[in-house]
């Protein structure tokens, strides 16, 4: 369900240039970012690198791009 929110046009501009660099739509953007935000409210003793290398990791193995990790030397 889609809502309308009003929101400060400096927020707006950031995010469209954020938008833009990082080849998402504004609203895509400003999803992302409350995405963040909610998962670093959630967990504020992780780093941002460790969040966004999380949600990257995620997608990867979403979008099948992983191989299951296969020992290659004996056990002791």
């Known amino acids: ?14 995010a469209r240039v954020h938008a833009e660099a990082e080849n998402r739509s504004l609203p895509k953007q400003i999803e992302y970012w409350a995405k963040i935000g909610q998962i670093m ?3 504020p003793d992780l780093p941002y690198e460790f969040v966004r290398e999380s949600l990257l990791a995620t997608e990867e193995v979403k979008q099948g791009l992983t191989r299951s990790y296969v020992r290659r030397t004996k056990r002791d």
């Not at 369900?1 to 950031?14: G, K, P, Q």
């Open 41 to 43: 409210i959630d967990n």
């Open 1 to 14: 369900m889609a809502t309308s929110v009003r929101l400060d046009e400096d927020f707006v501009s950031d």
